[in-house]
């Protein structure tokens, strides 16, 4: 079954828009962005990363100002950091919403496809038949943008598609399809059935279409049954199936958490402030409270200041004062390994203090009832980051 698309926001689309104006060299049709290889990791699950370098300076102050001081770097190296969390920072700055951070389908276009893909898609896009479609409609033809938003709901493009590939959009080949079937749909609904732009449109999709099947047809051959295959769905009962579920929502808030940690790391603002909003969600719709490990976790990875350190020093502090006598013994949190946690952690435990300091007993605030600007890195009465992409 075919995972369902995600829709592209019209704040990412013009945001697509303003960082790719009409390159000069228009006849070779290739975006004039310089790109930056970011190696993360070590050893057979290292990860190279290749990313647009004004997305990343766009997002990250740590990145602008390292990259500002050092304009000839082509590569840089976090060995210490782990792919799989700086994958999903990729994937936001390419996609500009929380990614997906419970993995939904296994991950199955390879590093090999995507250069397959990635080589196809640059070629096709300077081909006769792809030339119409290079670039958002309203770039290549700003005289009929605004007929074409009135008509086409939903634009779609190649340089668009070429930059889904490069993020790592596309959890697997089958979703590009419903993107060649659009930029098909829209051709039609704007120039009509016989038009010689539809018959481009018509021919790409044929195209892409049997490519996409080469490379998935390649795939199962040289996997045979292996890890990569997509009968991965396992029939399970209801009680399993909680379970299961139960253990997702886990390791999404795990990931949560770790996304977090890199974020703040790299001050990529925005995300950082995205994510504290929907990990305070959570948090609030299941009634959960940070874990001992998870919370030394986030000490281990963050630094004085950080929002995430905050929030969980908030919600010890209220766990705390609900126990307390005053409160009338409600909710009866055990609070004897919070205060194991705060020994073993000096600033973990000067924080949770500092928040609970002149309460005198008052209840604290449950830490998810705070404002979800106070989580964010954007001063009082600055446009917040949890709005920008
Ligand atoms: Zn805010």
């Given at each position: 079954m075919m995972a369902q698309i995600r829709e592209v926001s019209a704040e990412v689309a013009m945001a697509r828009l303003l960082m790719h104006q009409p390159a000069s060299d228009d006849q070779k049709g290739q975006p004039e962005v310089e790109k930056i290889t970011i190696k993360v990791g070590t050893g057979k699950d290292a990860r190279h990363f290749e990313v647009h370098k004004d997305r990343l300076c766009a997002r990250s102050e740590i990145f602008r100002d390292y990259l500002a001081s050092k304009?000839?770097?082509?590569e840089i190296d976090r060995p210490d950091e782990d792919p799989y969390v700086f994958s999903l920072v990729i994937q936001y700055l390419y996609r500009g919403t929380l990614p997906d951070v419970i993995p939904l389908p296994p991950f199955i276009i390879t590093v090999e496809q995507k250069t397959q893909l990635l080589n196809y898609l640059g070629r096709v896009r300077k081909s006769e038949y792809g030339k119409p479609f290079q670039r958002p409609a309203r770039e290549l033809w700003p005289e009929i943008a605004e007929a074409y938003a009135e008509k086409v709901g939903q634009p779609i493009d190649l340089l668009t598609i070429e930059m889904n590939v490069w993020g790592d959009w596309y959890n697997n080949l089958d979703e590009l399809k419903p993107h060649f079937d659009r930029l098909y749909n829209n051709s039609v609904t704007f120039n009509g059935l016989n038009h010689p732009i539809s018959n481009c449109a018509h021919n790409l999709r044929r195209r892409m279409f049997s490519f996409i099947d080469t490379l998935e047809e390649q795939a199962e051959r040289d996997t045979n049954g292996s890890t990569f295959t997509r009968s991965m769905k396992k029939s399970t009962g209801p009680s399993e199936k909680e379970e299961e579920e139960d253990a997702r929502s886990r390791e999404g808030r795990h990931n949560l958490q770790r996304l977090i940690c890199v974020s703040e790391r790299y001050r990529l603002d925005s995300l950082t402030a995205i994510c504290m909003d929907a990990l305070t969600q959570l948090y609030k719709t299941h009634h959960l409270s940070p874990s001992a490990p998870s919370i030394l976790y986030i000490y281990s990875q963050t630094s004085v200041g950080s929002k995430l350190r905050l929030y969980v020093s908030r919600s010890l502090a209220h766990a705390i004062m609900n126990k307390s006598p005053n409160d009338g013994g409600i909710g009866g949190v055990e609070t004897d390994w919070i205060w194991d946690v705060m020994k073993e952690n000096n600033e973990l435990g000067m924080d949770v203090l500092a928040e609970l300091r002149?309460?005198?007993?008052m209840k604290v605030a449950e830490a998810e009832d705070a404002d979800p600007c106070e989580y964010h890195w954007h001063g009082e009465g600055d446009i917040c980051t949890a709005k920008l992409y």
């Open positions: 304009p000839s770097v082509t002149g309460k005198n007993g």
